[in-house]
Structure formats: C-alpha cells, structure tokens
C-alpha cells in the first residue's frame, strides 16, 4: 500500500492550500484517514482525521480554519488549509488505517509528507 501526497507549497500568512493523499496498492478497506505534522525541532501532531463514515476531529490549532474531506471511491484524503499563520509551517503526512483483505487486520500507512511554508 502506497500513499502518495501532494499539494504542499510555500504561501503567504492568510493564504490557502490543498492538500491530497491518495492510496493505493492492496486495499480491501480504509478505516480512519488523517493527516499530522511535523515541524522542526518539534513532535508529530495530529491535524485532523476522518472516519470512512466522514466523522472528522482536527487539533486544537486548526479548527475553524482547516476542513477534512474523503472520497472513498479514489481512496483519497483532502485537506483544505485557510487562514493560514506562520504557525503552521511543518512537514504534513498523510496517514490511512489499511486492512489489506476481509480477514486481515488493520495497519498504519503513512505517506512521505509535503512541506508547508507560510512566511512573509
């Protein structure tokens, strides 16, 4: 299973991104899509995550500004950044839970991360 992301660029504070991560590979299922970020010098954070039945949960630092969206269909994992600060500058990586038949069990994928820059 390959997770492969894109979007990610340099914008100034106030500006927006997209982001997307599609999966692919050996997929029965995918539980839980999400994404998290990593800035230098600092943990691995959750930014917000979404459930195969769209339920979504996003970090502290995000909500109101970010937005999480899925297409099943493409197992694919959308993040819509707004408003965004200084702040939010970090490596972004994309993660699915992954059951690769109907017996298997399921497993973390993660992509390679796309670098997010907002500076003026």
């Known amino acids: 299973v390959q997770l492969q992301a894109s979007g990610g660029g340099s914008v100034q504070p106030g500006g927006s991104l997209r982001l997307s991560c599609a999966a692919s590979?050996?997929?029965?299922?995918?539980?839980?899509m999400g994404w998290y970020r990593q800035a230098p010098g600092k943990q691995r954070e959750l930014v917000a995550t979404?459930?195969?039945?769209?339920?979504?949960d996003y970090g502290d630092s995000v909500k109101g500004r970010f937005t999480i969206s899925r297409d099943n269909a493409k197992n694919t994992v959308y993040l819509q950044m707004n408003s965004l600060k200084l702040g939010d500058t970090a490596v972004y990586y994309c993660?699915?839970?992954?059951?690769?038949?109907?017996?298997?069990?399921?497993?973390?994928?993660w992509g390679q991360g796309t670098q997010v820059t907002v500076s003026s």
């Open positions: 993660n699915a839970d992954v059951k690769r038949s109907a017996v298997s069990r399921l497993e973390a994928f």
């Open positions: 590979g050996s997929i029965f299922t995918i539980n839980t």
């Open positions: 979404i459930t195969s039945g769209s339920i979504t």
